[in-house]
């Protein structure tokens, strides 16, 4: 008989999931009381409510899909066949709130990396007339290998670039040779709850500053930038200098956490760059948390970076 790795690997992945659920239940804080339901949830079965409400009598059929269609052009002048060529995103409908009785932490969505962009992007609409030349680049498809035209892997980034070496007769290679990057994305903040998949004294820490991250990757610095020593002191002097309060660490444990930025796409163009961010709490759930301090030290820094 034949059998195919996928489906073993599905068989396998269903059957783990099986045992957390059992473990959900069984799980000491429980003290034995039946209080979760637990269910185990495919990716087709993610559908959205977008409406119950029907049309009027004299529709016809499909009176809820009508009175949602008619909804959808009188709020946004859209119609059915638009919905064809549509890039749709469905994310939590609510806001951004403060946590905790001091207030000194923020809880939102799309924390990453939408916290990072924002710094790096306010700094460098704050600079006045630079010493140097400055480039904010917000990529997407990050946390899907970075492809596409709007990926760090596109020829976007190349383009613009030599656009503007042309334009003052110098070679794109020596540009990129005499230029350092900030790859700006968040990092794991190490969580209590689950200490068992961080390591605490090499992990970032919420309200203890920007995150410095020398190398990220996978099984130690699998797929991952590993900036030089000599880069990293550049960076720790800048922050110095500029009184920015930073840290450095890891992404959890050797052989249980990791990550990966687009760090490494920099890097191989011969751009000196290192990853540097926002620690966060429970990093790409629904309710991501950061410190304000931790946000505020980011657009410190990545100001620095670009003033320097």
């Known amino acids: 008989m034949l059998e195919s790795e996928r489906d073993l690997r599905d068989e396998q992945a269903l059957d783990i999931a099986r045992k957390m659920l059992v473990a959900a239940r069984t799980a000491p804080k429980g003290k034995g009381v039946d209080i979760l339901e637990c269910a185990i949830v495919t990716a087709e079965q993610l559908n959205l409510f977008v409406g119950s ?7 016809g059929a499909d009176r809820v899909k009508l009175r949602v269609l008619d909804l959808l052009h009188e709020k946004y002048g859209i119609c059915e066949d638009d919905l064809t060529s549509a890039e749709l995103e469905v994310v939590p409908a609510f806001n951004a709130t403060d ?6 932490l923020i809880g939102a969505y799309g924390h990453d ?3 990072c962009s924002y710094a790096a992007l306010k700094a460098l609409l704050e600079l006045e007339t630079p010493t140097k030349t400055a480039v904010c680049m917000l990529a997407d498809k990050e946390e899907i290998g970075s492809m596409g035209v709007t990926g760090m892997q ?3 980034f190349d383009t613009f670039m030599n656009d503007l070496c042309d334009s003052q007769n110098v070679a794109l290679r020596a540009c990129y040779e005499h230029s350092f990057c900030l790859s700006a994305d968040v990092t794991a903040a190490y969580d209590p709850n689950f200490a068992e998949v961080y390591e605490k004294r090499n992990d970032a820490q919420v309200n203890h500053g920007l995150g410095l991250c020398k190398y990220t990757g996978a099984r130690g610095k699998g797929g991952s930038s590993d900036a030089d020593a000599e880069t990293v002191a550049y960076v720790r002097r800048v922050m110095d200098e500029a009184g920015v ?10 052989d249980a956490g990791g990550g990966g930025t687009v760090a490494q796409y920099m890097a191989n ?3 000196d760059t290192i990853d540097a961010g926002v620690p966060v709490l429970s ?4 309710f991501e948390t950061t410190a304000k301090l931790d946000c505020y030290m980011a657009y410190k820094g990545m100001l620095a970076l670009y003033q320097h």
């Open 154 to 156: 596109s020829a976007a």
């Open 269 to 271: 163009r011969n751009i």
């Open 245 to 254: 309060v930073w840290q450095i660490g890891e992404m959890g444990k050797i």
């Open 99 to 104: 946590i905790g009785l001091d207030g000194s």
């Open 113 to 115: 990396d939408r916290v």
């Open 283 to 286: 990093m790409h759930a629904p």
């Open 53 to 59: 409400r029907p049309f009027d009598q004299e529709a």
